[in-house]
């Protein structure tokens, strides 16, 4: 079945410091990747999405690139803040099927320290 | 946009109580989804609503839980006979169906089985 493997946390930053979260994946087909966020005390929330092979999404100054290649899918950040300490979850979901039936993997908790 | 709500927020019961929670959606999706999360782990799918039909459910969701969504509005999802292994974070999560759509977490429900 579908599966997510991401990097296990925690992971200690310094504000400022580059992020990479590494991510891949086990799918048939074609899925469609995601990076969802959980700030402390909330909902989880979508923070980017790639559709197809090479798209690449963005947003609040998170990248990943989807690489079917590599099967993967990390995020990387080039200057993280403290407002970014959250749980990251990598995430796929078939293109087929006519819903979303997600896949996360286990989660990756980033602390950044002043 | 009221988002996605849960209640309780929290609820402690003793083994062997029955539970239900429930979630109301965004008011104009009509994909409802529910999953739990374990400290550590990503959540995991368990259900999926169209409107008012249950139309998959997940091998983790054993003869002692139920979830309903009459009228394909708000949902209940009810654990009879709790165990300590029903300690969890259930979400609920709703879409509008579009493909490859976002799905919109509430905050969850924390159970904690005594």
């Known amino acids: 079945g579908d599966s997510v493997t991401q990097m296990e946390g925690p992971v200690t930053l310094s504000e400022e410091a580059f992020l990479t979260i590494n991510c891949t994946y086990t799918a048939t087909g074609y899925p469609s990747l995601f990076w969802y966020v959980q700030y402390p005390g909330e909902g989880l929330q979508l923070l980017l999405k790639?559709?197809?092979?090479?798209d690449k999404g963005s947003n609040k100054g998170f990248e990943a690139t989807y690489r079917k290649e590599t099967t993967s899918f990390h995020l990387e950040k080039g200057s993280v803040q403290v407002s970014d300490s959250a749980v990251y979850f990598c995430?796929?979901?078939?293109?087929?099927?006519?819903?979303?039936?997600?896949?996360f993997g286990i989660g990756t908790k980033l602390q950044v320290i002043p | 946009d009221t988002g996605v709500s849960q209640d309780p927020r929290h609820k402690i019961t003793k083994r062997g109580q029955n539970v239900t929670f429930r979630c109301d959606p965004i008011s104009e999706h009509n994909r409802l989804y529910w999953y739990r999360q374990t400290l550590g782990q990503g959540p995991e799918f368990l259900t999926y609503?169209?409107?008012?039909?249950?139309?998959?459910k997940s091998r983790l969701l054993s003869d002692r839980f139920s979830a309903e969504r009459p009228k394909g509005s708000f949902s209940t999802l009810e654990i009879q006979r709790t165990e300590q292994g029903d300690s969890a974070m259930y979400l609920c999560?709703?879409?509008?169906?579009?493909?490859?759509?976002?799905?919109?977490f509430g905050s969850g429900t924390q159970l904690s089985v005594l």
């Open positions: 790639a559709t197809k092979a090479d």
């Open positions: 995430a796929l979901s078939p293109n087929s099927g006519g819903y979303q039936k997600v896949t």
């Open positions: 609503f169209q409107n008012e039909a249950q139309l998959e």
């Open positions: 999560a709703s879409s509008s169906g579009h493909p490859n759509e976002k799905l919109f």
